[in-house]
């Protein structure tokens, strides 16, 4: 058994780091390569060398038959070790370096030659080619052992071939040459391959740095572990490259934002549409919680830019909370009435036993019957003109509440909605909205009055609302239904600049429009036109609205 610990133990195959294996693999590269580059250099060159041996040789002979002396000597002396034809030779030889050189005649019979003995006797190779008058390249083996070999004609004064002159370079010093040269190449390639591994190395360490000395296993791991989070939260995450294209969206982010996987490589204009959640991503609105209406929904956005020149935006959706928001709003407006309602019922309480104990019974019943009536004729004004059970409810309580903070709620004669809604609760968030805007107009001021028409035109709803507040001055009218902008503070629970962007929203998904003026006697008027809003007469109403009032499933 191994008394080795466990983390000392030697670790055998390629190294976990990405760093290291980057750097391992690039160093062989490099190795391979700068042996591949003095194999290639030093196959040719043993060809090149040859070949500049037998063209020096061809050279030397080329100049030697151009001697006349030598063609006359072969003409008119007799093959010696001391002619004339011999000396020349010699001479050219020892002036060139060459390893012999040979004049012989038209027989191959020898007239020069290193060794002397030899002179007179036949050749070793076959002159014919050079007797033919041609010139020869070659590398042979004769009696002087392997050489670089040139031959050529020899011709005489009247251009008649009377011989042939061979030259040869000792091979061994070709040899000599290529060895030599091999020292300096490897030099070089050393070099190459010394450069090679400091840029491997420098490469190495910013790959180190740049995957923080991970290994690729713990990379692969870190991505596994990326996508999961990103699809499993239930955040939306979408990120920009440097260039402002969308990189990554995760599942979360596609269905807030309502687009696919062919969001991916486009800009956000592109993939969204122009709009305040495309300028959001994009980052051409600053700040922090930045609100924004997609769709139905009230999102919620982030974005934190990185060191790669991109960003990364979250998105959280805060439909409901925003929903409940308005509903705490409702609530507490109708918490403060029904306490008003409390105290002046208290009081009609505290009148009508002082008529009891009167005796007056006659006013008593007279009393009862005029309070009762107020409520119900207020009850059986709205429900009379609006037949829909979820806006008739929701304009009675907002009377309630106009009327604690001492505003008359009118609803006008023309206005007539039959039970035909295709999307009741849309239209209830509509109407909602635009009255809190109105109540909050003109509360406070004297002779406060807020008026709601609502009308059926075939199956186009249209919906007014005005007030005698002080109106929205031409240059904000647009601005009035951008998200975020409002001229009042934010509550504790929530944010302003919503509730008119999404109103027009909603209206706009209809085909519709949502629009603001100047009401005729004064305050703003706004007009909503809601596009196939209604069914057919006759037809059934959409269950989809009726399901969500009521709270059943589908």
Known sequence: MSTTPPG???????????????????????????VLATGLFLAPLGDQLDDQAMRRALAIAQTTAQQPQIAAGVRETEPSPDGPVQQEAERIREATGAEYVVVLDVRGVRWSHTDPQRIGGLVSTDPGEALAGHDVMEIDDGTLGRSARGKVPLRDGDGEIVGAVSVGIAYDSVRARLIHAIPGLFAYAGGALAVGALAAWLISRRVQRQTRDLAFSDIAALLAEREAMLHGIREGVVALDADGRVRLLNDEAQRLLGVGEEAVGRSPDEALGTGRTADVLAGRVAGTDLLTVRGRRVLVANRMPTDDGGAVATLRDRTELDRLGRELDSTRGLIDALRAQDHEHANRMHTLLGLLELEMYDDAVEFVGEVVGDHRATSEQVTEKIRDPLLAALLVGKATVAAERQVALWITDGTRLPDRLIDPRGLVTVVG??????????????????????????????????????????????????????????????????????????????????RVGEASGGGAEFTVVLPE????PGAEPALTGAREATGEEA
């Not at 809003?533 to 057919?536: D, R």
Request: charged content about 25%.
């Open 8 to 34: 000392r133990r030697l670790r055998l195959g390629l190294p976990r780091r990405a760093f290291s294996q980057v750097l391992l693999m690039q160093l062989a590269i490099a190795a391979g390569v700068a």
């Open 533 to 536: 809003a209604l069914t057919e």
């Open 433 to 514: 909205n635009l009255v809190d805007n109105a109540l909050d107009a003109v509360a406070g001021t004297p002779r406060a009055r807020v008026e709601v028409e609502l009308r059926a035109e075939g199956r186009t709803a249209v919906l007014v609302v005005r007030d005698t507040g002080p109106g929205v001055p031409p240059e904000q009218r647009e601005l009035v239904f951008t998200e975020g902008w409002s001229t009042k503070e934010p509550p504790a629970h929530r944010e302003r600049g919503i509730g008119l962007s999404l109103v027009r929203t909603l209206a706009e998904r209809q085909g519709g429009s949502a």
